[in-house]
């Protein structure tokens, strides 16, 4: 292959158009095939297979290095196929359509347990990374497979205190790996871990009354299972892969999964086997110390030269490894919550994470952080500090106004003149100080600008609508909570939203306010299933409390609004969110809330709605007990409130009229129940109100 020729190739590659006068050879049909689109022909093809095939050398699991000719010819077909790849990557990803071709490799691995059991894990954690969790777990499985790994979530008999007399059930996981596993020189360890380095030091647990590991006695495992005979106490040691693999089942089930206790348990036994001590039983408050110096041991190995550089990156990309900035935050805030507040403000001040630091300020009680800007800018250099965004310095200005409540209006003004006037973090802060101090004009002022670069945060929608009513503005009070409930929002930007708040539900699943904000998002783009999901959920940590009678009320009408059972003849489960809204008042909402007329009055039409008359009626006739009118004492006087229960009576009436004539019980007695509501309301209430207009009703 001449120059001219490799030229015209690289053109043709460039610019997409293939030129008839580059001539034809194997090289140059593989050229065409990647300029054409068809990229299955040249990945699957003999150059591809050779290149991209096995290393035969025992230490090295990356493409074949023993290829090591350098012609320009060998090097035009390598940068062909790097076309190949990226091209490819860029058709699934961003241009479509989906690849006429199943994988850059599976059939040339198939034969090398340990390259193919990597394949799969690492396209199972690309799945994870983008959040396909059933795809990532259905790729860790296959890698088991390949790897010949063998596992199984068991049971077994043990204690885990020093006080236990009875042995309990333990959830364990027994594995044992295929593969071999080789000898590394220089351990005197017989297990290493997945990152390729000696596992680090367990530290000891001190506690007195757990003990220092779970002793098991004997394994539940099945009969027929292969993995019966292993000792649960003393399991043999894991290859770094198998270790990988676990340890990315475990975290599929943090990832799908609430963070709860449950959680943790479960994941406790992939930790285990996956050898990664750092992060065991972290989440308890008996084990949570050691679990934070255990995290703070790895981080001290980083550094150290106990295994060769190219053995720790062997299984790097087979790992969702943390990079050493998260271990480091994740150590300085473990540090924070158990009061060692010093530590934790070294690593975030290295890491220059002010908003931290100036927490940790702020838990010593200290308030002379004029170093906040100054650190944060003394580690730049003189062309980092020229290009240092303009955001991150007013961010830091705000911060120091949060620390000097006497310098804080000049701190808050500093970052909105530095952002710009684009920080809406300053003018909330501001608006906040004004209204503090009762200066309500001026913080009308600077609450207004923060809602208008803010329009989603509810909190200075309400403080602005308070300000306003201090100042006895009302028509703009009511405009600005008008504006809180109705702000002109792009559907996009919902959407974008309801996205958000779902995926940070996975790290905050105990966290109302994100529920409660989830629902309301949910709502206004038409997800009304996930709306009923959230406010089960605000109802389950709140109570009566947490019940937003108005959005009930819109999911039963949102089901209601479709035809009956009984006009349609169909099933009730085959409307949207029919069988969601059900399970809300049903399970949720009605064992927890017993005195409100809304919420018997929304299942009552529910109810309706399936033609469940007596069960229609009854819900009525709570509503009606708990409403103005069944809980007026006799001798009442307020006229507004006996007006008000004047309409709890009609609507009992209309119940009982409409659907007593439909119930399986006797006829008459709606009737005589129907009366007997009218004349009690009315013999309670006529020493006061019998001369109103309204008493002919």
Sequence with gaps: MTAPQIALIETALLTGKWDSDIGMSEATDLAKSVVDGDFGAALRGP????????????????????????????????????????HSFIQVNW??????????????YASNPELAGRLELEQGLLQHFISQDKLAAEYFIKAARSTGLEYELTGALGKRTKFQTNDLSQLILLAESKLKIEEQPNSSSAELSSTGGQVPETLALN???????????????????????????????LHPLDQSILLAMCLNIKNTSPVHGLTAEQMTPYVSRGNLASIKLANRTRTVERATLQ??????????????????????????????????KELATRFLSLGAVRSALDIF????????????????????????????KAGTTDARRANMDLAREAKLWCLLGDLEPENAADHYQRAWTVSGQTAGRAMRSLGGYHFARAEYPEAIASLKKAVGINPL?????????????????????????????????????????????????????ENWRMWYNY??????????????????????????????EDVLELLVTAVTRAPTTEETEGDASDVGCYAPVKHLLEDIVLPRISSSPRVFRAYARLLVWECRWDDALKASMDAYRCSTAGTMERGE???????????????????????????QGDSVNWRLQARSIVRTFMGKTKDSFEDEPEWGK
């Design 95 to 108: 241009t479509g359509p989906e690849l006429d071709f199943e994988s850059r490799w599976s059939p040339v």
């Design 295 to 328: 995290l703070q041991a790895l981080i001290e190995q980083m550094p150290t030269a106990d295994a060769p550089v190219a053995e720790r990156l062997r299984y790097a990309h087979a790992l969702p490894l943390p990079s050493k900035w998260e271990m480091e």
């Design 207 to 237: 506690d007195d009354t757990l003990l220092e590991q779970t002793a098991f006695t004997s394994s539940s495992a099945s009969a027929h299972s292969q993995l019966a005979r292993l000792d649960p106490s003393a399991q043999p040691a």
């Design 519 to 548: 629902m309301i998002v949910a709502v206004e783009v038409g997800e009304l299933s996930e709306a009923c999901r959230a406010l089960g959920r605000v109802i389950e940590h709140r109570g009566a409390e947490g019940l937003d």
């Design 47 to 86: 150059f591809a297979k050779k290149l991209f095939a096995p290393s035969t050398d025992a230490n090295d699991t990356h493409f074949n290095t023993e290829i090591t000719t350098y012609s320009l010819e060998d090097d035009t077909i390598r940068l062909i196929l790097a076309v190949a790849c990226l």
């Design 457 to 509: 945060l509810s909190r200075s929608w309400f403080i602005l609508g308070c300000a306003c009513m201090r100042v006895e503005d009302w028509a703009e009070a009511k405009a600005d909570d008008d504006a809180k409930d109705t702000a002109a929002v792009p559907f996009e930007n919902k959407l974008l939203a309801f996205r958000a708040l779902k995926q940070g539900l996975r790290s905050a699943y």
């Design 349 to 376: 001040e290295r890491l220059e994470m002010w908003e931290e630091v100036v927490k940790c300020w702020q838990a010593m009680e200290r308030r002379d952080m004029d170093v906040v800007l100054a650190r944060g």
């Design 637 to 663: 006087t307020d006229i507004k409130k006996w007006r008000e229960a004047i309409p709890d009576v009609e609507d009992i009436v209309d119940a009982l009229q409409n659907f007593g004539p439909r119930s």
